[in-house]
């Protein structure tokens, strides 16, 4: 069966039955060009050209995980992924192919804004034998949320339709094809994001908050809560951790995902870590509290390793720790993360002049309590193990427009963020 083929029976298994089909016409030129190769794709740098289409109306879709299956969804909230064999059940999916259709349904909406991968100044050239892992984190916003709870007032409700947005979602991620990719806000992850996602190749795990606001909204699709993804052929899965954070010995709303893979091509391990802590003003002390918490967790875990090579040395195993921290880097639990003993960097301070500076905002949106402009999401990695050889660009705010985010260009009030990352060579631990 052609590649073609393959994605519209795909969609035809994993989604509810077709209202219109996709639509015809020209494509959206937003994506970078992708190559086989080993431990799946290989990126060059996307020089992304975005369409100047700037009719907003909605284009008639295939749904792809509809409201059919929130008593599934309920149900599966306190269950880890399906087992493999489960997932080898979906055929592999031409990932070009599926950008396609994603193009096509999107045509009649604006381009995603034009991003570059940006190498950091302060590098140093270096001979590397392993190549780099692309981490993608992104708080991908809820649709419950978006629709019923979160009061976007400058963003047109149709613009939040989720039989378009999720395509914008797929978009994005398949546009840059993360090795590893880190979710906040995901309420439709059984029936859109884990059945997707397994037949591009990758293996994936979810946990809901115990008390998700989703339930709170009329029609919801279930609990929203964390999910992790990485390639299968690039890593194997060592270990998973379920963590419900606690705060005082008591447990608290906000949950983290930890896993730690050995990447099948240098056998050297790698902890990550995915979470969202608690959003809102006045609530800094608990966000603090609950860093500390998952901190404490990330030292017990990534010392228990060991070393898988000996390449490695005798410390502790490389950590990338992703999320939306609803937290300034002015706030204590951003402190706690950069003084860590676990030697914690921000990949995204690599962006500044002196790498000593986060964007100047990472989500940005308008309610009915005003507008807010903030930084909010990091990706923190072990800086004396790994070494960040790229980052895509943080979008100017002529880019985002005045509505602001989320948009009939953007699907998600917060920015995705994303970096390759590589292991340092030869002795590298600072003990």
């Not at 914008?168 to 840059?176: A, Q, R, S």
């Not at 880097?329 to 030697?343: G, K, N």
Request: hydrophobic residues 35%; contains cysteine.
């Amino acid at each position: 069966m052609n590649p073609a083929r393959r994605c519209s029976a795909l969609l035809s298994q994993l989604c509810a039955p077709s209202r219109g089909g996709t639509a015809a016409g020209s494509t959206r030129c937003c994506h970078s060009a992708v190559s086989g190769g080993e431990g799946g794709l290989k990126r060059t740098c996307p020089q992304l050209k975005p369409s100047r289409a700037s009719n907003t109306g909605a284009a008639s879709v295939c749904p792809m995980g509809g409201s059919s299956s929130r008593l599934f969804g309920t149900l599966a909230q306190s269950l880890n992924s399906a087992p493999l064999a489960q997932l080898e059940a979906y055929p592999d999916q031409d990932p070009e192919e599926l950008l396609r259709l994603c193009e096509e349904v999107l045509q009649r909406r604006p381009a995603r804004p034009h991003r570059n991968l940006v190498y950091p100044s302060s590098m140093a050239p270096r001979h590397k034998q392993n190549s780099s892992i692309r981490i993608m984190q992104w708080n991908i916003l809820a649709q419950a949320l978006g629709e019923g709870k979160d009061g976007f007032i400058r963003c047109p409700l149709d613009a939040l339709n989720w039989e378009e947005r999720k395509y914008l979602i797929l978009e994005e991620i398949l546009t840059h094809s993360p090795d590893i990719l880190c979710l906040q806000e995901v309420d439709h992850y059984y029936d859109t994001f884990q059945p997707i996602m397994a037949s591009l190749g990758y293996q994936g795990s979810f946990l809901a908050k115990p008390w998700s606001p989703c339930l709170d909204v009329e029609q919801n699709n279930g609990p929203d809560g964390c999910a992790l993804f990485y390639r299968r052929s690039r890593f194997s899965l060592q270990a998973t951790a379920h963590l419900r954070l606690s705060a005082m010995m008591l447990p608290t709303n906000q949950v983290a995902i930890v896993q730690t893979l050995s990447c099948r091509a240098t056998g050297r391990r790698l902890c990550v870590a995915v979470t969202h802590l608690k959003a809102r003003s006045g609530w800094e002390r608990l966000r603090s509290v609950q860093g500390a918490d998952l901190l404490q967790s990330l030292r017990s875990i990534t010392s228990q390793g060991g070393p898988s090579s000996p390449e490695e040395g005798a410390g502790p195993v490389p950590l990338v720790v992703c999320g939306d921290f609803n937290a300034e880097p002015s706030e204590d639990v951003y402190r706690r993360f950069s003084s860590s003993t676990l030697r914690l960097d921000s990949a995204y301070k690599m962006l500044s002049s002196d790498g000593q500076t986060e964007p100047a905002y990472t989500s940005w949106k308008i309610r009915p309590s005003g507008e807010s402009c903030s930084t909010l999401d990091y990706i923190w990695y072990t800086h004396d193990a790994l070494s960040v050889d790229c980052l895509l660009d943080i979008p100017t705010e002529e880019q985002i427009g005045p509505d602001r985010l989320p948009s009939y260009h953007y699907p998600s009030d917060h920015l995705s963020l994303l970096c390759d990352l590589s292991f340092r060579e030869g002795p590298h631990m600072l003990m």
